[in-house]
């Protein structure tokens, strides 16, 4: 208990030196000698968006990443491995690609629409296909799979009758960035995200009667069906806005519940904020690496695997040790 109340502690305190951090490099723009309009443009219209987005975006991939863990039954599970990312990506792609010149000004009203809509169909294929096979954890996982791969040659296709300007911009969004958010894209997706976290940390308590399986959860009033089903639903809206924003982002989803599970236990009610703290928290960090590095905007993915992939495997042997 002691253990456990000491990481609540240094996992807020993590947080909250982060947040402070990121908003003190930001700050630093009044410093210059740039004129006052100009200083209040660049943080109204850019470096504000860039925070919420950030936190958003981290928040909603870590809580949909531990959510799917718990009702898929699956540690490996994550929007990004089991395929919920790559539909959303696969249907931004083509609207980046392919969407006319006369519709263009509309894309930031379209895009989120469209991203949440191949969340939510490449989910409903992963849920019906691993119900199909008896809800097996290498079932999800081998339809996420087989969903990732078909979405890639798909993109791959549209790569072909692309210009290099497309090609360009695509190729980086693939890799995730929080610097092309605006107000109305935050207007727009901001409550979805918001919605599904709601959601999906209300549940925690409920979440955590499944540990116990199916009939015990049953048996204390849990609809698991139901509880399974809606909680898809939540994570692929969640994540459907969040690629609309920012782009299709690794790891995250992964990385920060396993850790998490080490220093604060299976709890849920304490697992699923924490998780939106530190996936906020880590995307915070990306955008401080991005402003500390002003020569070029770091994709996001890039970072993210590159902290984050050290970090599993460390997380991987002390469970292992314990």
């Known amino acids: 208990m002691h253990t456990v109340l000491k990481g609540r502690a240094a996992t807020f305190l993590l947080c909250s030196v982060t947040f402070l951090l990121t908003v003190g490099v930001l700050a630093t723009v009044w410093l210059t000698d740039s004129p006052t309009a100009l200083k209040q443009h660049i943080t109204l219209q850019l470096q504000i968006p860039l925070i919420i987005t950030a936190i958003l975006v981290g928040s909603v991939l870590a809580v949909s990443g531990a959510t799917l863990q718990i009702v898929l039954r699956n540690p490996l599970a994550d929007p990004g491995i089991i395929g919920i990312t790559s539909g959303a ?3 931004a792609a083509s609207l980046l690609l392919l969407t006319p010149l006369w519709a263009q000004p509309y894309l ?3 895009l989120p629409l469209g991203c949440f809509i191949g969340a939510l169909i490449t989910t409903f294929v992963i849920y019906r ?4 096979l008896l809800g097996s954890a290498v079932a999800v996982i081998l339809s996420g799979i087989a969903i990732s791969t078909l979405s890639g040659a798909v993109i791959a296709w549209l790569y072909m009758f692309s210009d290099a300007q497309s090609l360009r911009n ?4 693939l890799m995730g960035s929080v610097y092309q958010t605006t107000w109305p894209i935050l207007w727009l997706s901001g409550p979805l995200i918001v919605g ?6 209300r549940q925690s308590a409920k979440f955590n009667r499944l540990y116990a399986g199916d009939l015990a959860a049953l048996s204390s009033g849990v609809n698991v069906q139901r509880l399974t089903e809606r909680s898809l639903i939540a994570t692929a809206v969640g994540v459907g806005a969040a690629v609309s924003i920012a782009g299709a982002i690794a790891f995250v989803g992964l990385l920060v519940p396993h850790i998490l599970r080490l220093i604060l236990g299976h709890d849920n ?3 699923l904020p924490a998780s939106a703290l530190c996936g906020a928290s880590l995307l915070l960090v990306v955008v401080l690496m ?3 590095t002003r020569a070029i905007t770091l994709p996001v993915s890039m970072i993210t ?6 970090l599993l495997i460390w997380a991987l042997l002390k469970g292992q040790l314990r």
């Open 129 to 132: 296909l691993a119900r199909k």
């Open 196 to 201: 599904s976290l709601w959601y999906q940390i």
């Open 305 to 310: 695997a590159t902290l984050g992939g050290p």
């Open 269 to 271: 009610r304490i697992l």
């Open 170 to 173: 695509l190729t980086f969004w």
């Open 89 to 91: 990506s696969l249907v």
């Open 108 to 110: 930031h009203y379209i």
């Open 290 to 292: 991005s402003e500390l």
